[in-house]
Structure formats: structure tokens, C-alpha cells
């Protein structure tokens, strides 16, 4: 059952992924966009990591994709003006993918099942979050917080 | 029976290089002071040379040994030192003696030459190196001695440097001489390696001692033919005596030291100074080495005496002379004639200086002429010059029994018929004796006989400071000859260190009825040959392929010319070649790669634009310009460049495991 | 469902990423490939640390957040910039923006 | 307390600093009286050196970063001390050479300084300081003061030697990680037994011996150098070739042959080959060169490779006896000297022509022999010395550097004899071009050798001698570094 269900969303995934990366509209990639990080947030189910594919669906659906659409909209550059499609990238990542899976495949000794694990409550990454990682967690929002002034200021300042 | 001077046969090479330094340091101005001090650090050395002679009288087999350190590295010492023995004493005085003799000869010579005192100050430079040579007892040190004498010969061979040709013959002996002295180095480096030292006699642990060379082991013939290597570019042996005639333009004089004193006497003095090591396992007295030797010997004599005769200018004549001399010398080496090489060479030295210093009178008298063509007759125009010229050419023809070159011919010629190894070299030795006897005919009657050409007209009689040495050495050349006869073979036995013991009876062998009827024979078909030769040779006459042949050198210089040489100057364009557009161009290429990157990634309509940039910075060029390629100011060039870097990593970290 | 599946999943999701960086003229798609980069290292993350030795310290699962979280910051900064550089070229096409070229 | 190392290393920085803050009109007066003062401070160091004692000396080590393992730990060897009497020796001769502006005097004390430090450092972070220091005043002094085609020699000169130290700093990052030492003398203790694993070790015997090939420079790493030279001002060339591409020959024999003496002795043949083609090619190349400085610049990368070719024939071989090691260091550590002294005699003199005739193209020039007599002969001294003429300073170093490597390398060390041959068929080429045949118009107006030029020249050429004739005092200097040296490789 898992195996089925993981080999349809691999293969929705990267799809999705591949769909984002190469259709020529963007409203239509953007879309794809969002349709791949379901796929992921599935994984992250499927690996018992369900806050985090909470979190993933979250910021990226609701946000990101949210975001890119509007700029997209705010842009009013819906299609790529150039056609043409660089043919470099597409070695040089032919080339690293081709790299990586030789890695992968040399790596001997990998694990092949997951451990058995008590599910992580949102409650203990809550208590994680405030004990071991709270720093992190603080430098994060600083960082959020910058980056949302520092955004808004960029945008803004033609109007003025 | 040590005196000061055994203890110090240093002084003797060290009092004309003193001597050149001093003149060097002060002699700009002072011409008359430069000759001065020159010819008192000559004499020096003469007197010297005799003081150490005199204790090598008393005793046979004598040998005075003074080692030293010259420095540590390491932990390990590096010993040279000086020795003196019977052969480098009698070296010594022959070397001496006529380097005085063209000392002087140079004073009248060299007379109006504006760089008078430096010419000095090297001949010194030179009589000092050679001398060096000779008492070196570390074969180290003699290859020191051995490098200055290059370098002296170098500076005086070029000594006229404004004439190109000069020029281009003095590199011509540098490096042909070099190419001998590559392979002597390598065989001191075997040598030192295999045997532990270089000191020729070390108190019974020396290279030239028993159980050095037991030491040396299997290598002892590619250790003496290395040797040999520096004794033919030195010797002008085949195929490196191409240096030699060439030498020619330089003073006269310098030719004379060259050819008789220093230099080629250098080649010859060193094989006979390491004969142990050619020596080593000798059955019937036959090694390899030394029957390369004898080879080597026999076609440079004869291929030189060939070539003499197809010559006309006066002193390449006599640079033919010496080279077919030389190689006669080495024959008599290799086929175990030791002291009869040796007493050739110091005879040749006095009769040879003799034939040159006599050929510079010539050629002083005639207002620098050399080509034989133009003179003649001259016998009654010059008259000490011409019988002094007459005893050289009787000494070196070999004409027996008053004249020093008969006797040792004669010794050669009986060293090579006892040679078990083959007859071949004593018949080519005949010939050689034939051929020289020819050519001498030939310059003779060229010179001085005949009618009157060209340039014999205003001929003169040299001045007495020319004249005298060349009475001196033509006196020597007689005189030498009561210590050489096998009747009392002084020289020899004195060389040898067996006792002489004298013995009439030996005074007529059959060897020297034939040395004598074949000198009367080559000198009677010399006479018959060129009783009329005029402007014209008769031997072009009859046989005018032939006499090219000889005339050109048997083209050996151009074929040196078309293939060794014209190899190397390719070889060294190609080193340039290639340094320019492939390793400098591999560099590049992995520029070319960031390049071809930036080419990809920029579509081809945008290119255009490119372009466009390109040409306003047109002005950075060459790697500026590769460089700036790479910053192509497009994030995604950067994006893939850190891509490709990161793929890097990651393969080296698989691959690391 | 294995590690090694996983991972070549996720190198497929940032190659595409990569790809879509490298390959494409408009900077909203970079961006995506960005993204798209990100999210393949947190499956990773994620990923090893459900099959790795101590998966009862959530520490890939902590680290996947804080990815998401700079992600995010960094989507909406370069979101921004997309609209200033529009505003100045009136281009999204990031081969007309080579003012860095040396 | 500064200890005398200290003091001869800050001098010339102070040098430099005054220069750029007393902005005086002549600068070189003042850039040599530093020179003066830390010459002299060198030669202190030698006095207090103690010629008999083996190890490092004068050693002062003060806490830098402990936490990456760098401290200040400088002391001096035979080796070092014989690197820092050169580099004082070679510095003022350049200085000598021709008028330098005040920029140029700063950064040439500058990297006088940063020398020092490289030769007498012994710690890696140190070391690696000083090293890269001397890079970025030679990029400059190429750059800014250099002639033609500048831009391209400096950045050439800067790439080439940046991607070497690159490498070597990557390989000495991986060594620290695994040993967690900087130190040298720590680190050759430890290169025995090997310092990392399997294929690291190797790409860590790379990334140094890229780094240092190209320093040196050996062949095929070497296409930087002739251009540097050449464009390079005389003194600047002077340098470059005097001092600061010792230090790559320096760090072979004090990091990559201790650190790394099992990979040198597989690798070895093919190290040897190397060295053979930068002997037997670079002066073939100089022959066909037409102009004098690259000429000059190329026989340098021959010169160098004998010191290489001593130190590889040792330590690659598999069996060397204690005489050959001995001889083929000593013959190194001379020929090092030897090379400094000559190669800069040679650039300098090619700089007096160059200011005389405005060019120095081989062809621009013809019987000069007439017309400056004492130039020409003192400039073949030097020539003659760089192709090894036995009573000047270059035979004793190469006789000793082909005694020790015969006995182990034979047929690369008769390959190698070549070079000598081709190193005399170009000089020979030069002094034919230059000195003989008729006088060329353009030189009629040439002027000898002036007095200032003279207080140059003598001085050197009489060390030429010197060494040639009785070099115990220059092996007085090392002879116990070699000894230990020695023990070392073996």
C-alpha cells in the first residue's frame, strides 16, 4: 500500500517539478509549483514528519506560490519574451544528476528501512523549539522580520 | 730527494695565471710592462719547471704526491692535489719552454695590435691552465684545468672578435669541445662513483692504484671511453676535430700554442695520465677502450692527411698536420705505446711550434698573407726562416736520425706492428708517414721555392725577437732527437722508469730503413708531383672530384651543418614553439573551458548583444579579455560555474570514498 | 520506499531545480528553481533522518524548518527584487541584467 | 622581546612604512640603508649562528591563534640562514640596478620582508603568510612598473601562482584536519608513517607539489615565468629570480620531501622526468629566444631544475649512500646560492644594456667588445659562471649536485648533462651576437661601465670567485643541516 502510494506521488512530484521548470507559461508553472510541494509534503507525511509537511504546505502553498502568483500578476510578464531555452543548463544538470545518483549508487551501506519511532508530537518540537533551538528560533525571526522590512522597502521605494 | 718545489708544484701553473691577473688588473696602458710580466711568469715557470725536473733525474719511478682538502660537505671530503712525476715533469718543461719561445715570438708578432697586454695576459691565462692539466692529481682538478685551458683557447681563438669569422670559430671550439668534455664529466661522475675517489695517486688508494680500480669493476671501458670522450674534443680526434682548423683565426701564435704546447696536447696527456684505467684487464696489452683508441687514432690521421693535402692555406696545413699527428699519437697509445705516444707529442710540440711561429714569420713577412698560392721563392727572401722551416718540416715529415720526429715515428710505427689485434692500423700508419712526408713536400715548395708570386714581393725577413725562437725551437727539434734514439732511449726508459742503458747496435732497425724509404718516397713524389706547380694544384689537375673532396674537408662540416646542428637549432624552435602554443596553451585552455561555458549558456540571439559589449572592451586583450569572459555578469553563468564546482566536489568525495 | 530511492528522488528535484536556474531567461523561474532546490535538501534532511541511527532526536526535522523558514524569506526578499528590477527594465529577463560583467 | 629573526624580518617593513609615510625624494638611498641595516642584522645572525649544532636555531615561538594550531614560530637552519644571506645579498644588488620609483622601493622592501619570514618561518599558517605576502608586491611591481604587455605577465604570474598556492593550502588544510599540526618539524616527524589516508594523501602530495612546481618553476608549470621576467623591471627580475623563486625550491626540500617520502619514491621517475624536461627544454627554448631577458629568464627555470633533480635523484632512488646524499644536498643548497647571485648578475647586466641602448633584443647589439671592453668582460664572468665553468661559483654546486644524483638516477643525470651543453651553446650564441664581429652603429655611443656600476659588479663577481675557488665557506653554513637533512631522507 505505501509502496504504491509512494511511487504515485514520486512520480507526481516530479512531474510537477519538471512541469515548473519547463512549461513555457509561468502562470501554468507557478501552478505546477504548488502541485510539486504537495508531492513533498506527501513524503514528509509518509516519513512521519507530519508538522513539517504542515509547515511545508503552508508557507509554500499558501505563501510562496501565493507570492510569485501576484508578482507574476504585478509584472504583467506572463510569458517568457525570449524563447529560446539554454541548452547549457540543461548539461550541466544532466551532468550534476548524473553525479549525484553515481554517488548515491558508490555509497555503500545505506539503510534500506526506516527505524521505528514514536511520533514526534507538535507539542515536544514546540518544547524543542523553546529549549535546545531557541536561538535559532530567535535568529529566524529576526531574519523573517528583516527580510519582510527589507522587501517592503525595496518595493516601495519607486512610489516615493 | 724532495726539494721546495716538489712540495709545491702548484707554484708552477700558478705563476703565468698570476701573472694574467696582474696584467689584466694594471696592463690597459703599459703595453711593454704587460709582455713583461708575461714572459717573467713564464720564465718563472720555466725555471720552476727545470727545478722540478732535476729530482725527477735521481730516481726512477718517481712520483711526488701532495694532496689536500678543498672542502667538506657534509660530513664528507672533497680532496684534489697536485703530482709530479716523470710524465708531467717532462710535460712541464716542453710546455714551458716553447710557450716562451712564442711568448717572445708574440712580441714582434702581435706588435701593433691594439689589445696588446690582453693578449698577453691570456696567453698566460692559457700556459697556466695547461700546465694546471699536467701536474693535476685529482681527475677533478684536471678537468678544472682542463675547462680554463677551453675557455683560454676560446678567448684567443676569438681573439680578433671584430672579425666574425673569428667569432664563430672561437664558439665553434667551445662547444665542440664541450661536447667532448659532457662525456669526460660523465666519466668522472662513474668513475668517482664506482671507485670512491678521484685522486689519481693516493698513497695506494687512488683511482689509477690497484684497488681503485679492481673497485671500478665492469664499468672500466664505458668509464675510459667517457674518458676518452673530452681527450677527442680536446685532441681534435674524429669526429670532433672539426674545431680545429677553424681555429686558424686567431694570431698566429695562439695557433702555435694551440697546436704544439696547450689544448691538443691536453687530450693526448690525459689518456696517457689515466692509461691504468684503459689498461685495466688488458690481454696482450688489448682492451676495448684502448682498441677504440687505436681506431679512433687511425682514421683521424689518416682522413686528416688526406685533407692536408688538398689545403691551401699555410697554417690549415699545418692544422691538418697536427690533427693526422694526434691521432698518430693516439694509435700509439692504444696499440700500448705509452712513452712512444708521449715523446711524439713532446717533440711534436717543438717541431709543430716550430712550423707555426715559422708560418707566422711567413705570414707576417707577406703583410698577413696565408693563401701558399700566392707566395714562393721565398727562401732567398728569408733565409732563418726558411731553414728553421726546413728542420720542422724534416722533423715532422719523420726523416730518421738527426730530426726528433723520425725517432719517434719510428716508435710508433714499431708499437702498431706489434699490435696483436690487427695489421691494418700499422699499414694505415705507413701511409699516414707518406702522406705527411707528401704535404710537407708540397707546402715547402709552395713557400719557398718556385718563382716569385704575388705576394712574395715585398717580402722581408721577420725581426731577430721573431727569429730567435723559432732558432731555439728548431734547435730543440734536432737536439731532442740524442736523448729519443733507440740506441740510448733515454726519454723513453725515463718515462718508462726502466734505467737506459746505451747500445750502438740499436741504433739501425728495420723499422727505421722503412720509416726512411717511405719519407724518401712521399718526399720525391712531392717533389716530382709539384716541381711546377703554379697557381693551379696538379693533383686538381688530374683528379679534380677527388681534390674537392679533400679541399672542402670531406664536407664534414656540412654535414655536421645539415644534420647535428640543424637538429638542435629545429630542437630549440620547437622548445619555443611549444612553450608559446602548447604549454602555454594548456593554461589557457582551461580558461578557454569557463569560455566555452559562458558561449553556451548565452543563446544566440543574445550573442549579438554580446558582441556588442565585446567590442568596447576590445581593448583588454588576451587572457584579460578570457578572464573577463568569465564574468560575464550573468547570475546564471555563476549559478552553473558553482553547479559544475559543486559536481566536483561531490565526485572527488565518491571517488575519496 | 528506501533511502536510496529517496535520495535519488530528491537529487532529481534539484537537478530540475537546477535546471530551471540555469535554463531559463526569466528571474521568476530562478527563483523557482531555487526553491525547488531547497525543497529537495529538505527531503533529504527529512529523509536521512527517518533512516538514520538516532531518529528519536528530531534534529533533520528541525533543520527542515528553518530551511522553510529562510526559504521563505528569501521567496518573498526575491520576489521584491523581481518587481524593483521590472520597474527599472521593465524586463524580467535576466540576460539584459549584466551590469556586474567585468 | 624581539628576537634577531624578528629584527630582520621588521626591518624592511619598517622600511617600506617609512618610505610611504616620509614620501622622501630618493627613494632608493633610503631603501638601501634599510637594506644595509638588515644585512647587517643577517649577518649577526650568522655570527651567532652556531655552524656546528644541527637543528633550528635562534628559534622564537609566541602564541598566534591557538585555536587553529598557528603560532609565531620563526628559527633558521643552515638552510634558512643561507636563504636570508641571499636575500640580503640580492636585494641591495637589485636595488643597485636602476633607479626605482618610491612605490616600487616600498613594495620591493616589502616583499624583502615577507622573505625573510618564508625562510625562516616554521610553522605552516606562518609560513603561508609570508609566502602569499611576496605575491601580491610581485603582482604589483609586474603590473604597475613593469613594460610591455604588463597586464597580461602580472595576471599570468598572479593565476598561475595563486591556483599553485590554492592547492597547497587546500592540501595543508586536509593535513591539519587529520593531525591537527602545523608544525613543520612536526609534521616531518610524522611523514613516515604517512599523514592521511590512502587517496588523500595523494591529492594531498598534489595540491603541495602543484603549489611548489609552479613557484619554482618547473616544467610544465613554467610559462608564467618567462613572461614575468621579462616584462618585469631589471631589478624587480632581479628578484624575482634572485630570491623569490628559491622559495619554491625551499619548500621542496622543507615540506613536500619530508611530508611526503613515500610518494615521492613512487612518483619519483616520473618527478625526475619533469626535472629532466625543465633542464634539457628551457635552454633550448633560451636559444632560440631573441630577446635577452626571456633568454636569461629561461636558462633560470634550467638552473633550477638541477636543484631539483639533486634533491629528487635522492630521495626518489631507492638505495642512495650517505656521500650521495651529502653531496647531492650540499651541491643544492649551493647551487640555490649560486643561482641567485648569477642569475641576477645576468638580469643586471642585461639591464645596463638595456638603459644604454633602449632596447635589449639580441640583434640590437654587435661588437660591443670594442666599444665597452670592461661591460662585456665582466658580463661574460657572469655568463660564464651560469654555464658552470670550473673556477666560478656554478661548477662546484653542479658537480656535487651530478656526483649524488649519478649514483641513483644514471641515465637521467646523463640526460640532464645535455642541459650543461645547451646552457654553453646559448651563452656562446649571446656573447657571439653581442660582443664580436663590427661595431653596430647604434652602440657607438655606449658609455663602460661608470663607477657606480663598478662598486656593483666587483663585489659580486669576487664572491663568484670566491665560491668557485674555495667555497668552504659557504658550506660552513649548512654543512650540519645537511647531515641531519641527510638522516632525515634516508
Redo the contacts between chains.
Sequence with gaps: M??VA?AVI?IL??AA??A???LQK?MH??LS?AV??VG?SA??F????E??GL??IF??IG??AV??V???L??R?DT???R??????????????A?????????KS??????Q??P?TVQ??GE??MTN?VW?LQC?GV??T???I???I??M??KS | MNSWITNNVWLIPAAPIAASLLILAFGKAARRAAAAVAIVGQIAALTMSIFAFVPTLHSHGFRAVQNFTWFTFGEQILRIGFVLDPLAAAMLLMIALVGLCIFVFSIGYMGEDKNFSRFFAYLSFFSGAMLGVVVANSLLLLFVFWELVGLASYLLIGFWIERPSAAAAAKKAFITTRIGDMGFFLGILLLYHRSGTLLFYDGGRGCLEPVALSAIGSSVTLVALLIFCGAMGKSGQFPLHVWLPDAMEGPTPVSALIHAATMVAAGVFLVARVYPIFSVGAINGVTPSLTVVVWIGVITGLMAALIAIAQFDIKRILAYSTVSQLGLMMVSLGAGGVAAGIMHLLAHGFFKALLFLGAGSVIHGLHHEQDIRKMGGLHRLMPITFLTYAVGMMALSGVPFFFSGGWTKEEILHATSNWPRSHLPHYLALIGVILTALYMTRQIIYVFFGNRRAASEHAHESPSVMAIPLIVLAVCAVFLSVVLTPAWPWLESYLTGHPARFDARLLIQPMIVVSLALVGAGVSVGIWMYRRAGEADPLQHAQPALFRFLENKMWIDEIYGRTVIALSAILARLSDWMDRHVWDALVQDIGRIGQF?GR??T????RVINAGVDESTSGAHGLGRLMSRWHSGQI?TYL?AV??G??AL??L??WL? | ?????????S????????????????A??I???I??ML?AA??NF??F?????Q??Q?TG??V???A??????????G??????V??HFR???V?QLDRLKG | MVGLISIVILIPLAGAIALYIGQPKNARTVALIFNALSAFYAVMLWQKFDVTASGLQLVERHVWIPSIGAEYLVGVDGLSLLLVLLTSLVFPFAFSAQRLERGACALMLVTQAALYGTFSAQNFVLWFLFYEMTLVPAFLLIKIYGGENRDYAAVKFFVYTFLGSVAMLLAFLGIYFAKGTFDFAALAGLGKTGLLAGKLQWLAFAGIFLGLAVKVPLFPFHTWLPDAYQTAPTGVSMVLTGALSKMGVYGFIRLLVPLFPNEIKIAGPWLLALVICSIVFAPLAAWAQRDLKRMVAYLSINHLGYCLLGLFAITAGSTSSLIDMHAALSGVFLQIFNHGLTAAALFYFVGLLEQRRGLRGINDFGGLMQRTPLLCGWMSIAMFSSLGLPGLNGFVGEFLIFKGSFATAASFTAVAVLGLLFTAVTFMRAMQALFSGPLAESCGGFSDLVRGEKFVIVPVTLLMFAIGISPQFIFNIFNATVVQMARLFA
Aim: hydrophobic share 65%; with cysteine; net charge negative.
Design positions: 505505501s509502496t509512494f514520486a512530484t516530479l517539478a519538471l515548473a521548470a519547463t509561468l508553472a507557478a509549483f510539486m510541494f513533498i513524503f514528509f509518509l516519513l512521519g514528519a508538522f513539517v509547515v511545508q508557507v509554500y505563501a510562496v507570492l510569485i501576484f508578482t507574476i504585478l509584472t510578464d517568457g519574451k525570449v529560446s531555452f539554454n541548452w547549457g543548463g540543461v548539461i550541466v544538470a544532466i551532468a550534476v544528476f553525479g549525484l545518483v553515481w554517488a548515491i549508487a558508490k555509497t545505506l539503510p534500506l528501512t526506516p527505524s519511532i514514536e514526534i515536544r518540537i524543542l523549539l533551538y535559532p529566524v531574519l523573517l528583516a527580510a519582510l527589507g522587501a517592503l525595496l518595493v521605494e519607486e | 561555458f553556451v549558456t543563446s544566440a540571439d543574445e546564471q552553473g553547479a559544475l559543486m559536481l561531490v565526485l568525495y565518491a570514498g | 520506499m528506501t533511502l536510496p530511492i529517496l535520495l535519488v528522488i537529487s532529481g528535484l534539484f537537478c530540475i531545480g537546477l535546471l530551471a536556474a540555469l535554463s531559463r531567461r526569466h521568476i523561474f527563483l523557482i528553481g526553491e525547488m525543497a529538505n527531503l527529512i529523509a533522518w527517518r533512516f538514520g541511527p531518529p528519536a528530531p526535522m528541525m527542515a524548518i528553518f522553510i523558514a529562510i526559504a521563505a524569506a528569501e521567496a518573498a526578499v520576489l521584491a527584487m523581481v518587481i524593483v521590472y520597474r524586463s524580467t529577463n540576460d
